[in-house]
């Protein structure tokens, strides 16, 4: 009841700050929310536009990966809310509309995606079980996104300095991870938990040390005088986004939603310090991007900085979480100045951000495929690999392809159902 309570709350929200121009979840659909607020762009147009960037990967990013773990990725939610708000009408009328609509479309979420699962669970070959393993790879594989980022930013060298002590710190972790405590009692550290945190203490070294020339004024900074009111208009908006940032977190608290494909698939697994680092890490990337956007747009993100989804990981009461999420949102806003000024000043802290976001879908793609081949030869031996191999390469050649990352978890779905089909018509024995 809980779940579904918080869900709808946060969809009829969500769904009204976009209607209103306040906050829009997809990054691309940012920069053009001001162009209808100050009246160059109509409604429809705008509705066009937010259903042409978001609704692709709704289908084919959010609800394959939210169908492989039993938490939503946040993709699913509110990139939907995106579309519910920027075609709703405007006035009065349209914040109701958009309302009651992205509630239901949470609602509809929730239940839709469980109907699904239970509907594949009826199946003659249930292949639910094995598509867990499309995530398997990421746990590991994620810690070495540190080492790639210092090789974007500072060469290959540094790059395999990072990756050597990410590994040594792994095995290390391995094998002298425990630690006796009193009255008998061990505590555990666990080694790919600590390779991502060595891996992370590296790639920030590396950027904090690059610094800007004496007395030079950065382009945040000149930003900041040209784009005042809009600045201002964010921060007049601050209840309410704090009020959003809460019902993120406590949402994400409760075990709903998660942020990313990485800290779903490591929350699913029960490793809430391993995800808790993995949304700190994006989180990190994404300060750049979200002040930008937010100082020359006027229009914030629900999720802010996405630091809200550590909050609601590492806090495991939902109210407490609701609190802090909605400190943490006021926080970003009330900062905005602050941050645009202190990334002028560390420029490698602002490269590394750009660099985060690439490593993280670069890591995400390599493990996706190599997960989701091994879910697909999971539920049909030796096909397996030939349907995600080929399902990969042919897709680069659609006119309408799927983001790289989904094609594993897509092609792992498609074939549990192909596979069930071939059975009925007496193809495929299992």
């Known amino acids: 009841m809980l779940a579904n309570v918080l869900i709808m709350m946060l969809g009829a929200l969500a769904s009204i700050l976009a209607n209103k121009g306040i906050a829009v979840f997809n990054d691309g659909l940012r920069p053009i929310v001001p162009e209808h607020l100050e009246g160059r762009m109509d409604r429809k147009s705008l509705a066009a536009t937010s259903l042409a960037l978001g609704f692709g990967l709704v289908v084919g990013f959010g609800i394959p990966f939210s169908l492989t773990t039993p938490i939503l990725l946040v993709h699913c939610i509110l990139l939907g809310t995106d579309i519910i708000g920027c075609s709703s009408p405007d006035g009065k009328k349209g914040l109701i509309v958009a309302g009651v609509l992205g509630a239901l479309y949470g609602l509809g979420l929730m239940l839709g995606l469980q109907f699904v699962v239970d509907l594949f669970a009826m199946l003659p070959i249930n292949f639910l079980p094995s598509l867990g393993k499309v995530g398997a790879p990421i746990v590991v594989a994620f810690a070495a996104f540190p080492a790639l980022v210092v090789a974007y930013q500072y060469g290959f060298k540094n790059g395999l300095i990072a990756f050597i002590l990410t590994f040594l710190s792994r095995q290390f972790f391995q094998y002298h991870g425990t630690f006796a405590l009193s009255e008998g009692k061990n505590i555990t550290l666990n080694p790919d938990g600590m390779a991502l945190l060595v891996g992370m203490i590296v790639m920030i070294f590396f950027a904090i040390r690059e610094k800007a020339p004496e007395g030079s004024t950065g ?154 081949m091994v879910a697909a030869n999971d539920i049909a031996p030796g096909l397996g690999y030939l349907f995600v191999a080929g399902a990969y390469v042919l897709n680069k050649t659609s006119k309408k392809p799927l983001v790289d990352m989904a094609v594993g978890p897509v092609a792992a779905i498609s074939l549990g159902i192909i596979v069930n089909i071939l059975s009925l018509v007496g193809l495929y024995t299992g």
């Open 219 to 372: 382009a945040n900074t000149a930003l900041l005088g040209i784009f005042s009111k809009r600045v201002a208009r964010v921060k007049k908006n601050m209840p309410l986004l704090a009020i959003m940032g809460g019902l993120i977190s406590a949402t994400t608290s409760a075990g709903i939603m998660a942020g990313d494909p990485i800290s779903l698939n490591l929350l699913a697994q029960g490793k809430y310090s391993e995800a808790g680092l993995a949304a700190l890490a994006r989180g990190i990337g994404f300060v750049p991007l979200v002040a930008t956007t937010a100082i020359t747009t006027g229009v914030y993100g629900p999720a802010g900085m996405t630091l809200v989804f550590v909050v609601g990981i590492f806090i495991k009461n939902p109210l407490i979480a609701f609190i802090v999420g909605g400190i943490v949102i006021g926080a970003e806003i009330m900062l905005l100045e602050v941050i645009a000024r202190g990334l002028d000043k560390f420029p490698g802290m602002k490269n590394c951000g750009d660099h985060i976001r690439t490593a993280m879908t670069k890591i995400l793609e390599i493990a996706l495929l190599v997960g989701g």
